[in-house]
């Protein structure tokens, strides 16, 4: 199991708790869901918010459930039960043997692929003809206040660095659609942004990121005594079947 697995694994108990913008992008990914797909599947599921509402909306359809983390599938199992099937799979190398689907979604997991491109082309090859790839990925400039504390003090951020719309990079075979919008999260200071995202699993720095000083680190802190809101820029992709 790789390390991103493991976080997310570790904190797959307390994730609920803490995962409002989840919710949120979650809600806006099914509701671009314009079709009724009958064969679905769900890349990095979580705690399994997302396939719940599916299963509300699409209540004939087929569903896959599928994340890295074991105990991330474990909570989805317990919210749907015998409602949907569920698989451990790396998304970034998905299973072909599970089939072809209609509809692939992923909510808030690509951000975590090393090659999202390479792993957006494999999906598309599992979608039946007329199927959608939709999925929700964080954008350039999410947490930009986080990063401008970092910048303004000389300091090394460690926030990984994410694709922009106009950017994105697609895989060989025909570029899909992005929507670009922005989910904010009004939090009390800088601990309270670091502890969240720690809770969520997603505390991971960028590859080679080397922790700050204590000392460093309030001089961070400092600068959000009066608050912190933390901008997701939220990519919405759309790939239509080969
Ligand atoms: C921020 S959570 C989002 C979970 C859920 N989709 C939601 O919106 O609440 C990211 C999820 O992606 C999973 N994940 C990370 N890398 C993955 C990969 N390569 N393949 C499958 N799942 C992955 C994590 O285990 C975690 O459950």
């Known amino acids: 199991m790789n390390a991103v697995a493991g976080r997310f694994g570790a904190q797959a108990g307390r994730y609920d708790d803490v995962a409002r913008v989840q919710r949120v992008v979650a809600e806006r990914l099914a509701a671009r869901v314009a079709f009724t797909p009958a064969?679905?599947?769900e890349v990095g599921c979580g705690t399994?918010?997302?396939g719940a509402l599916l299963a509300q909306r699409l209540p004939g359809a087929a569903l896959v459930l599928t994340d890295i983390a074991p105990p991330m599938l474990a909570q989805a199992r317990a919210r749907l039960g015998a409602r949907a099937r569920y698989a451990v799979m790396d998304g970034?190398?998905?299973?072909?043997?599970l089939g072809q689907f209609d509809l692939i979604i992923s909510s808030l997991a690509f951000q975590w692929?090393?090659?999202?491109p390479g792993a957006i082309g494999r999906l598309r090859a599992m979608l039946a003809p007329n199927g959608q790839l939709l999925f929700a990925t964080l954008g350039a400039g999410s947490f930009g206040a986080w990063a401008a504390a970092h910048a303004a003090l000389g300091l090394p951020c460690g926030l990984h660095d994410y694709p922009s719309a106009a950017g994105f990079a697609?895989?060989?075979?025909g570029a899909g659609e992005i929507e670009a919008e922005m989910v904010a999260d009004e939090l009390p200071d800088g601990w309270a942004f670091a502890r969240d995202l720690k809770r969520l699993g997603a505390g991971q720095p960028r590859a080679g990121y080397k922790p700050l000083s204590p000392r460093a680190l309030k001089a961070v802190m400092a600068r959000f005594e009066g608050g912190l809101r933390a901008e997701y820029q939220v990519l919405f992709g759309r790939v239509r079947a080969g």
């Not at 970034?92 to 043997?97: F, K, R, S």
């Not at 697609?170 to 075979?173: A, C, D, H, K, N």
Request: hydrophobic letters at 40%; zero cysteines; a negative charge.
């Open 39 to 41: 064969r679905v599947l």
């Open 48 to 50: 399994g918010y997302l």
């Open 92 to 97: 970034e190398a998905p299973d072909a043997g």
């Open 113 to 116: 692929f090393g090659d999202l």
């Open 170 to 173: 697609w895989p060989p075979g």
